[in-house]
């Protein structure tokens, strides 16, 4: 099973940028749709952002026009590039398989990567 690896995150005052990106341990070839999702404490894991293996992207309507997906098959890795950070978008950053996020299955799940949005 394929394992994922997030990093990037930080502190950041509203306004600034972040770039996260998520290694796999092996193909990503074959996963039809990855994404990025977010837990802030208290909460449940909630969906930011998706891309298919064709390149297609979604995002949730909070990230909309502020965050970017993208997917790198030759690295095996899918990074978030965010933009005009607000301090909601605080919160723990996981990669993963969008099948797996729909069914509630995080057993090959990182540990994720904190992001802080605060002055």
């Known amino acids: 099973q394929v394992r994922m690896v997030e990093s990037g995150g930080g502190l950041v005052r509203p306004g600034g940028s972040l770039r996260l990106s998520c290694v796999a341990s092996?193909?990503?070839?074959?996963?039809?749709?990855m994404g990025w999702y977010r837990q802030a404490p208290g909460t449940e894991r909630e969906y930011v952002a998706v891309i298919s293996n064709s390149g297609i992207a979604n995002y949730a309507d909070s990230v909309k026009g502020r965050f970017i997906i993208s997917r790198d098959y030759l690295k095996d890795t899918i990074s978030l590039q965010m933009n005009n950070l607000k301090p909601e978008d605080t919160g723990v950053y996981y990669c993963?398989?969008?099948?797996?996020?729909?069914?509630?299955?995080?057993?090959?799940w990182g540990q994720g990567t904190q992001v802080t949005v605060s002055s």
């Open positions: 092996g193909s990503i070839f074959n996963i039809n749709v």
């Open positions: 993963g398989d969008h099948d797996d996020y729909r069914s509630g299955n995080f057993a090959s």
